[in-house]
């Protein structure tokens, strides 16, 4: 016992003693670093002590976060046989009984969820994973206390999988500091705190396993591994320091049982802060983009191409219309630097360029055919629906105008943004504008009115619909006793139907 005294005294020598306060900056509303109060400086006789106060000092911060996703009402189309088809064509002649005999509304089951979060300002904001909230129609924040409140919003990033609810709160709430991923180090000490399995909250403890991870998991990696207990419900959990700073949020595990094998991953808060004080300040994260599809360099593409290990991003393929493709980039470059900046993969291209401000030029050097060259490239703020990610971001319903959907269920339909994905199903000419019709609930008004899923509306009254927040506050002033007139756009014209009670 002595001989192990001795060697953590030996640990606190060397590192001078631990911070347990939390130190460092936060994140504020404004998206702006806020300063904290000194740290608390401890000379613990043991690990557990430093494991104990980093806990206490953290835990009335994180969160356990519900969310629940509502029945839908769906259209699905039943599948016949290419003869019944013919048989039932030619039964019907045409006249869209067909149509309807192959389409079957059908409802989704109520989904609910359960994910972690921890607050990061005073006022109630809260950082957590965009897959804990995504789709969700009403989430639940749990603080330590045990009060349970129901959000005013949530915007999130699937990109990067990170996501920023908020709470009304009328006194300043405990919170934590993120600190500087990049300068935590393989062997480190970490606490990984969250909601596993729904048991409640919970602390772990481990070690910095490796960093710059990238399991496949989303479009932007460069995860933290660590070895502390993650489990499901873990996600969106603060993965601390021995300072009790945050140093990522949990993510993710590898996993062949479904539950803790050992392998967790994080998000790095450096990663983190720049997209949650995007989200904070504007609820959407803008980043600029090349428009290229990259490939990672092999050893035998290396030998090929004459790149040093460690160097160079592949361009494999250059989009039409796109930065690249206007400053004369072409397949099978290799960027070796771009503004200054040297590149070692393809992995830092991306995550330099998105960061850098569109309608810029910048200088990238490449290496084509041998030679390097230097190219200027004018960045363009990347395009709604890039990715997969980003088209999940686009179509999602305002979180914050979720209050307005609900306001609209005593008319009898739930609605969506018209998004450029939509009117292309559509068939609508792009400047179109107004909401879409998702689902029509049998018996209600507007049924009776013969609204139909698909709908675009324009107008409620006189008033002209851009989104949902338009619709929800006009149906909130007409009355369904008087009538509510709309003005609605199909793929085969517009007309004009009465919403009465």
Not at 39 to 59: C, G, I, K
Not at 447 to 472: C, M, N, P, Y
């Amino acid at each position: 016992m002595s001989t192990i005294r001795n060697k953590i005294a030996i640990l606190f020598a060397i590192t001078g003693g631990i911070c347990l306060g939390i130190a460092g900056v936060g994140v504020s509303q404004q998206g702006a670093v806020s300063a904290l109060a000194p740290p608390v400086t401890h000379s613990p006789d043991d690990l557990s002590t430093v494991f104990r106060d980093v806990s206490q000092r953290v835990l009335p911060a994180v969160v356990s976060i519900s969310t629940e996703t509502r029945s839908r009402q769906v259209q699905r189309t039943r599948n016949f046989s290419p003869q019944e088809e013919e048989m039932f064509k030619r039964f019907f002649g045409g006249s869209g009984q067909f149509d309807e005999l192959f389409q079957q509304r059908q409802r989704t089951p109520k989904q609910v969820g359960a994910g972690s979060g921890f607050i990061v300002n005073p006022d109630g904001i809260i950082l957590t994973n965009s897959h804990v909230v995504e789709g969700a129609d009403q989430v639940t924040v749990r603080l330590a206390d045990g009060r349970e409140i129901e959000a005013e919003s949530w915007n999130f990033d699937p990109r990067s999988d990170v996501a920023v609810v908020r709470i009304k709160v009328d006194e300043e709430l405990p919170f934590l500091a993120l600190g500087d991923s990049d300068a935590m180090q393989i062997g480190d000490w970490v606490l990984a705190l969250g909601n596993p399995l729904n048991v409640g909250t919970t602390v772990t403890a481990g070690i910095i396993s490796a960093t710059e991870r990238a399991p496949g998991i989303n479009e932007r990696e460069g995860y933290i591994q660590t070895d502390a207990a993650i489990n499901p419900g873990n996600s969106g959990g603060a993965l601390v320091n021995l300072h009790g700073e945050v140093i990522g949020i949990n993510t993710a595990i590898s996993t062949r049982s479904g539950g803790y094998d050992g392998i967790g991953f994080a998000i790095p808060s450096t990663s983190a802060r720049w997209v949650a004080d995007q989200l904070i300040k504007g609820g959407v994260v803008k980043r600029s983009y090349l428009g290229v599809q990259l490939q990672q360099i092999s050893n035998d593409l290396r030998d090929q191409l004459k790149v040093p290990v460690g160097r160079g991003a592949l361009i494999a393929e250059v989009g039409n219309g796109t930065p690249a493709e206007k400053a004369g980039v072409e397949p099978g470059d290799v960027v070796m630097e771009f503004n200054d900046q040297s590149i070692g993969d393809r992995d830092d291209l991306v995550n330099f360029v998105e960061r850098l401000a569109p309608g810029k030029t910048y200088n990238a050097v490449v290496q084509r055919d041998g030679k390097s060259r230097t190219i200027s490239v004018k960045l363009e703020a990347m395009p709604n629906g890039y990715t997969a990610a980003m088209k999940r971001a686009s179509q999602k319903p305002k979180s914050e105008e979720r209050h307005k959907d609900i306001a609209v269920d005593a008319i009898g339909i739930e609605v969506v943004e018209l998004v450029p994905e939509f009117a292309e199903q559509l068939g609508l000419k792009e400047n179109v504008s107004g909401i879409v019709v998702r689902t029509v609930k049998s018996g209600t008004p507007a049924e009776e009115a013969g609204l139909q899923a698909g709908d675009v509306i324009q107008r409620v009254g006189s008033t002209t619909i851009q989104s949902i927040k338009d619709f929800g506050e006009a149906i909130e002033k007409a009355s369904l006793e008087k009538g509510i007139l709309l003005h609605i756009k199909r793929q085969d014209g517009s007309a004009f139907v009465v919403l009465k009670s």
